[in-house]
């Protein structure tokens, strides 16, 4: 199947905050993306609904405003997936470097894993070599 997503997505678990009907209202986020993100909530959500959200991840706050694209109900939890639809360019922006952060926080763990092993090997190779000659 060809992956149709635009921009890579990363499970982040965060608080998403929004303001309807004169109250304001907390969700998580599943995942996140530069195109969107994936919320949980318990309360009704509708397709094709517009809100304004503050997302709220690792101390940053990134506002901006999104469309309801798909519901899914599992019980007393609504999950949504989110387009966004107008961020400012610096809000844009502090999501950029927080997608970014992320992005090399998994390549860090795989360059540091390797760095592990072959150091490991080498350690193994010098103790071959000059320990039991």
Request: glycine share 8%; proline share 2%; hydrophobic share 35%.
């Amino acid at each position: 199947m060809d992956e149709k997503r635009r921009f890579p997505r990363f499970p982040v678990s965060g608080t998403v905050i929004c303001s309807r009907y004169g109250r304001e209202m907390t969700m998580r986020t599943l995942n996140i993306s530069l195109g969107g993100l994936k919320l949980e909530t318990n309360f009704d959500l509708r397709s094709g609904e517009t809100m304004d959200l503050t997302i709220l991840i690792n101390g940053t706050r990134i506002q901006c405003r999104g469309t309801i694209l798909t519901i899914e109900e599992f019980g007393n939890k609504v999950q949504a997936r989110l387009r966004f639809t107008r961020t400012s360019n610096s809000e844009y922006r502090k999501l950029c470097d927080h997608l970014h952060t992320l992005y090399w926080g998994r390549f860090q763990k795989w360059v540091i894993g390797g760095i592990f092993i072959l150091s490991a090997y080498l350690a193994y190779l010098f103790i071959r070599t000059y320990l039991f000659q």
